[in-house]
């Protein structure tokens, strides 16, 4: 498709898929494919939400995008820049707490920092800021074990603002969350947001963090994970989740995606023991 | 809790209330927790040697063959003495001549233990030097990695013709023996830890534009380090075994050297009295790493705590 190694896509776009797949362990007995032909546009400053019946490849997808794993298939651009390599303009949040224990939590916001040579005054500075953001700055001194899971969350949340990020790639970082502080993470992130400017990727499998969230709602297929459809959703935020149109969505994409999962169960059971 | 015991603090200062009776209380039983921890050890250690005393009590250990406590323990001036191995190989040196007996003593273990000790910290430095080079250069890993295992299984005892071709006596053997005893598995240990560091760790370093090197200095090393420090505390308990082999043979002093004249002069109470004497060395050893890994390792969760909840 885009072999001529041409880009087909106005060079504003955030992220840019062009026939991506991924095949693990490609050419070994194990190989299994995990997603297959998307074609996805993402524009600057848009909210999407990946949706799909778990082991879909929409993970996958997101670590594509990342730059951490290397398509198989296709290719990905960024603001007009080959996705080759991880880059700072796209930071990954992670489901699982991925804070080094070992640093303060302001050493772990400014880690970035850290990396590229700032001096101390100047992370120090940059750390308190994406804190204030995050509303933690109580807690810019405290190690990560003596923070609750959804500050951890938020922690991480400030060390990929920190850097500035474009792209802000999010693998279902509110699942290991109690559904109180799911909705209220919900809040935060919209409002993160608004005033970062940048394009949120959302992987979830939970049709109502997808319609709490989302401009555009990519519906995964199960595995080999391709997009099924793409949902707009239009309605001002803050949503009420109760309303009568959100609750017709909710029936629209808990049918969309009911035909996947029993797909996906189907498929599993037909593997021989 | 920290606000309790603010409250004590003005509680205190204001004169005695209740908050200040509680930070009180609180302090009192970190004193207590240290106090039980040695009551909980002289009680594990007097009910093994309770039983032991017990046995020959009933007739059922020959106090030549396995003399409990009381008696090797009874004449520790006159076990002294076989310590003072240190002037018997110099000809024309008279036999009481030379160190007394408790600094003879105390020139052993302090020989036993620099051996010890400058073994493992060789072998550490060398182990996890080759075990992060290993993992960060792929040649280096193909090239050396198969020696490694091929000779991690061979016994310290089969080393020790070579210390002494190589190294003749003195110091030297010894230290070889306690390396090449820990080298290899440690070096395997090393590998180990490496390959079980949380992979979003490393993944977010990687995103925020990380050099392998960065990678490796800032979030590997670290994350290795708990696991590093177990390891290094299983080894120096094999440490300890290896260095009495390697000092029975070719060392003029040493405890290896004292547990050999007590074997070939048949003298089970020296045994058991130079055993005792290693046994409290190697604690004290286990004692300062564990108080070492709390100090380096302040951020590991607690979780003997939520074990004993059990």
Redesign the interface.
């Known amino acids: 498709m885009a072999s001529d190694g041409a880009p087909h896509f106005s060079s504003k776009a955030a992220v840019v898929c062009r026939g991506v797949g991924k095949t693990w362990a490609a050419g070994t007995k194990r190989a299994h494919e995990a997603l297959r032909d998307i074609d996805l546009d993402i524009q600057p400053g848009e909210f999407v939400v990946f949706l799909g019946p778990s082991g879909c490849g929409k993970s996958t997808l997101l670590y594509l995008i990342?730059?951490?794993e290397d398509a198989t298939e296709g290719q990905i651009w960024s603001f007009s820049d080959k996705v080759e390599t991880?880059?700072?303009d796209?930071?990954?949040i992670?489901q699982?707490t991925?804070l080094?224990?070992?640093l303060t939590v302001w050493q772990n916001v400014s880690?970035?920092l850290?990396?590229?040579g700032a001096a101390q005054a100047e992370r120090r500075a940059v750390a308190a800021e994406a804190l204030q953001r995050v509303g933690l700055s109580a807690a810019i001194d405290k190690?990560?074990?003596e923070l609750s899971g959804g500050m951890r969350q938020r922690v991480a949340v400030a060390?990929a603002l920190a850097?500035r990020p474009k792209v802000l790639l999010m693998d279902e970082p509110f699942a290991a969350l109690d559904v109180q502080t799911r909705a209220r993470m919900q809040d935060f992130l919209l409002d993160v947001w608004r005033d970062s400017g940048a394009s949120v990727l959302f992987v979830t499998h939970h049709i109502d963090e997808a319609v709490a969230l989302a401009d555009r709602v990519v519906v995964f297929t199960a595995r080999p994970g391709r997009i099924k459809t793409i949902f707009p959703i239009t309605l001002p935020r803050p949503r009420n989740l109760f309303s009568r149109e959100v609750e017709a969505m909710r029936i629209q994409l808990t049918e969309l995606l009911r035909d996947e999962v029993d797909r996906a169960f189907a498929e599993q059971e037909a593997i021989p023991a | 809790m920290a606000v309790v015991a603010r409250d004590g603090d003005v509680g205190a200062a204001a004169g005695a209330s209740r908050p200040a009776a509680v930070t009180r209380l609180f302090a009192s039983m970190a004193g207590l927790d240290a106090l039980s921890k040695i009551w909980w050890t002289c009680l594990s250690i007097s009910l093994f040697a309770g039983i032991w005393e017990l046995c020959w009590g009933l007739g059922w250990a020959d106090p030549k063959l396995l003399p409990p406590p009381h008696i090797f323990l009874d004449n520790i001036a006159e076990q002294a003495k076989f310590f003072n191995t240190a002037t018997r190989w110099t000809i024309g040196t008279a036999m009481n001549s030379g160190p007394t007996p408790f600094e003879s003593v105390m020139i052993t273990m302090g020989a036993t233990t620099a051996r010890v000790f400058a073994g493992l910290v060789i072998a550490s430095v060398l182990a996890i030097s080759i075990g992060v080079m290993v993992r960060y250069y792929q040649f280096f890993d193909k090239l050396v990695l198969p020696t490694i295992t091929l000779l991690s299984p061979v016994s310290p005892i089969a080393w020790l013709p070579v210390a002494i071709f190589l190294f003749g006596i003195g110091n030297a053997p010894a230290i070889f023996m306690v390396v090449v005893a820990l080298f290899f598995h440690m070096v395997l240990a090393t590998i180990n830890q490496i390959d079980g560091v949380n992979p979003n760790l490393i993944n977010v370093a990687r995103t925020m534009g990380a050099t392998k090197w960065q990678i490796y200095t800032r979030v590997i090393v670290p994350a290795i380090l708990p696991g590093m420090l177990a390891v290094l505390r299983l080894n120096l308990f094999g440490a300890w075994m290896v260095v009495l082999i390697a000092e029975s043979t070719g060392v003029g002093y040493g405890m290896g050297q004292v547990i050999m004249l007590a074997r070939n002069t048949f003298n089970p109470s020296l045994v058991f009295f130079t055993i005792a004497v290693i046994g409290v060395l190697g604690f004290t050893f286990d004692w300062l790493l564990r108080l070492a890994q709390r100090r380096i390792l302040y951020w590991l969760p607690d979780t003997k705590e939520k074990l004993r909840g059990l």
């Open positions: 990342s730059g951490l991880p880059s700072p796209r930071s990954l992670f699982e991925s080094f224990p070992w880690f970035g850290a990396i590229r190690r990560p074990d060390r850097m």
